[in-house]
């Protein structure tokens, strides 16, 4: 019976959609023509294909029947019975008894007549390890009941990594170490006996709840072999800060399977020659620790990694994959031209397929924002939404450059939107944003638009996840602009020691003390703040204005002197440092700031008038006299100026120029009455 040719074409769409195991979508076409040819077998069988690659083999029989008498029926039945098998033998090595996985194992070998053999879910974790004596026990530990076979390749170990290795059991073997990680891999493929591989490294833990997805991968010989999500810890403190990516870990032994890539090595390229596909094992975690700063900084990880990243990308200069990986470390070694160079490279070779295609856009607008270059980072931005890089990194970021830029309501739509979207499964890049950033990022938009109280909700919920030290800031900054300025410095006491974040935190206490009346507190941390940054004038003008409440004298003059030795002082610096110089009896040193002052700014009236003032205070009435004289000149309405120049004159007997004084004293405030009394005594003396 000839097929409608409706029919005909939702088969050739479904058929179309496998090739490249676009799987919903070819579901969706098969099913449409079953709608119109509901006893096609060539479409039942095809459903039947689909749905083993949906995992979904049980469904999958109801359609085998139905399908059996077509070539697809056929293989797609040796394909079931063959995963039943192997669910059979892993229900019995388990001790779980499985009599559906049994029943069904059964039915599909009596459905398409075939028995299978050499059905095999033995693993062989293949681990490559140099003076791995810390880590190795922890990844060990976590791979022993899951794995048939361990293999650990030692490339030149010191210390007791091959022992320990030994103690659990392992297969072991050596490699010369050669700067070249597929190599090294490879060797311990030499050795492998299972029918599947897990590659992990030592400084990585297979989670306690990946067991049983693994367990469930290894029945389905229909794939080549499953990503499995990796979790790098980015930080030595918290789990917080998180970079994820999924790359095929678990995999079978096919003819031909090898690494490929000196570093960043991949086993997909040579598997996809079975023509088979790849799935997510998205119940599945591996911990990777060696991202940690302090591991990084131990193994002086970063230097090897972008020597050898640059001998791959000599040899491959178009992999987008590798110079994502370089723009990666040089971002993480702050090295940021050279990340931006790597990241433009990277985004020039990309394809519609890359996974990491996000993270580079992510790490190229980092490294612009960072570097203060944020209309560049806008732009970066609006080009990867053209590509059609609309998800979570892109908003996060997005909303991040907006903030920087003021623009805060738009940043509040942006983090908005990237609150309501979910992490896509398979997706490399920081995946702290879903866990702590953009709750953190919400909260931080919310204060810079002044909606306090509303800040401090997302604010708490993320330091619960990560006590991010800008983060902590600005919760302490919200704290202290709502008034809570004892919860505010308890706050910015906790990132005291944050090179970041440590001189904000010590202004931050100093300004929350003062408020509070904390005077010797407020005084030592604007000290402190001044100390660590010398060109903040604010926190030293802070700092003294806390020893004046203190009344200490002492601390005042040493804040003047250690400024004098960081800065050259202005001249209204000067004028009061000479004022409280002269207060202390320090009447040459007074002089000398006087003096500096007059130099630096010859307009400064008020260093005339003060200079005058302690000169005539030193009975040195005539040089007060000419230095008035000079400071009326550039301030001619200041009465006390005229007042006290009259007294120096009249002190030296200048009776004539002591009255032109007073007089130009009471012409501009009549109701000085100290002026008309004095001009009342020469007027006497005169007569």
């Known amino acids: 019976m000839s097929r409608p040719s409706l029919t005909e074409r939702y088969i050739r769409d479904a058929e179309r959609w496998l090739e490249s195991f676009k799987i919903a979508e070819a579901e969706a076409s098969i099913r449409q023509a079953l709608k119109q040819a509901p006893r096609d077998q060539e479409a039942h069988a095809i459903l039947a294909k689909i749905l083993i690659y949906s995992q979904r083999e049980e469904e999958a029989v109801e359609h085998l029947r139905r399908g059996i008498d077509s070539d697809t029926g056929r293989h797609v039945g040796k394909v079931l019975a063959e995963h039943f098998l192997c669910r059979t033998l892993m229900a019995i ?3 779980r008894p499985d009599p559906k996985g049994f029943r069904l194992l059964d039915e599909a070998q009596r459905i398409v007549r075939y028995v299978p053999e050499g059905a095999d879910i033995t693993l062989s974790a293949c681990i490559i390890a140099k003076n791995e004596a810390k880590n190795l026990p922890r990844c060990l530990a976590s791979i022993q009941k899951v794995a048939t076979q361990i293999v650990v390749i030692d490339t030149g170990s010191t210390d007791e990594t091959v022992e320990i290795a030994r103690s659990f059991g392992a297969t072991i073997g050596e490699y010369a170490w050669d700067n070249d990680f597929s190599a090294a891999r490879n060797a311990s493929l030499e050795l492998a006996i299972g029918a599947w591989a897990l590659w992990i490294d030592a400084d990585e833990e297979l989670t306690v709840e990946s067991a049983d997805a693994i367990r469930q991968a290894l029945v389905r010989p229909q794939y080549a072999g499953f990503n499995i999500p990796i979790v790098n810890f980015t930080e030595d403190i918290g789990d917080g800060d998180q970079f994820i990516h999924a790359p095929v870990r678990l995999f079978r032994m096919l003819p ?3 690494f490929t890539g000196r570093i960043h090595e991949q ?4 598997l996809k020659a079975s023509g088979l596909p790849f799935a997510t094992l998205e119940k599945a975690r591996l911990n990777h620790y060696g991202y940690r700063p302090s591991a990084m900084t131990e193994r002086n990880k970063i230097d090897r990694t972008i020597t050898m990243l640059e001998l791959e990308l000599a040899e491959d200069p178009t992999s987008s994959f590798q110079w994502f990986n370089l723009a990666n470390a040089f971002a993480v070694a702050k090295r940021h031209r050279e990340a931006e160079e790597a990241a433009r490279t990277s985004v020039s070779y990309l394809t519609d397929s890359d996974s990491h295609a996000a993270s580079v856009f992510q790490i190229l607008t980092e490294v612009l924002e960072q570097d203060g270059r944020f209309d560049e980072a806008l732009a970066v931005i609006e080009e990867a939404e053209t590509r059609g890089l609309v998800g979570v990194q892109t908003e996060f970021t997005k909303a991040s450059v907006l903030l920087s830029l ?15 979207m979910e992490w896509p499964v398979g997706q490399t ?3 702290s944003i879903v866990t702590y950033k953009r709750t953190g990022l919400h909260g931080q938009i919310l204060a810079a638009l002044g909606r306090l109280d509303e800040a401090l909700i997302p604010l708490e919920s993320s330091l619960k996840i990560s006590d991010h030290p800008q983060l902590r800031w600005t919760y302490g900054n919200v704290l202290e602009r709502l008034g809570r300025f004892h919860e505010a410095l308890d706050t910015y006491r906790r990132i005291l020691n944050h090179p970041g974040n440590g001189v904000r935190a010590q202004s931050g206490i100093g300004r929350c003390a ?20 010398p060109e903040d004038v604010d926190a030293w003008i802070a700092w003294c204005e806390a020893a004046e409440a203190l009344n200490d004298t002492p601390m005042l003059l040493r804040a003047y002197d250690e400024f004098a030795k960081k800065q050259e002082p202005s001249a209204s610096i000067l004028v009061n440092w000479g004022r409280l110089l002269a207060a202390s009896g320090n009447a040459d040193q007074a002089l000398h700031c006087f003096s500096e002052a007059i130099k630096r700014n010859p307009d400064d009236a008020n260093a005339y008038f003060n200079c005058g003032d302690l000169l005539y205070g030193l009975g040195q009435y005539a040089d007060a006299a000419h230095i008035y004289e000079s400071g009326l000149r550039r ?4 009465v006390a100026g005229w007042f006290v120049m009259g007294n120096a004159l009249a002190q030296m007997g200048l009776i004539e120029g002591a009255q032109l004084a007073y007089r130009q004293c009471l012409q501009l405030d009549p109701t000085f009455e100290q002026a008309r009394q004095n001009l009342s005594i020469v007027l006497d003396a005169a007569a």
Not at 407 to 420: K, M, N, V, W
């Open 429 to 431: 890049g920081d995946f």
């Open 635 to 638: 301030s001619p309405s200041f």
């Open 267 to 270: 086993v997909t390229p040579s």
């Open 256 to 258: 031909g399977v090898a």
């Open 514 to 533: 003062k408020r509070l009346g904390k005077w010797d507190i407020a005084a030592e941390s604007f000290e402190s703040a001044w100390n660590a940054n």
């Open 406 to 420: 003021g623009r805060y309501d738009e940043a509040l739509e942006a983090i908005e939107i990237c609150l309501g």
């Open 93 to 95: 090595s388990a001790d």
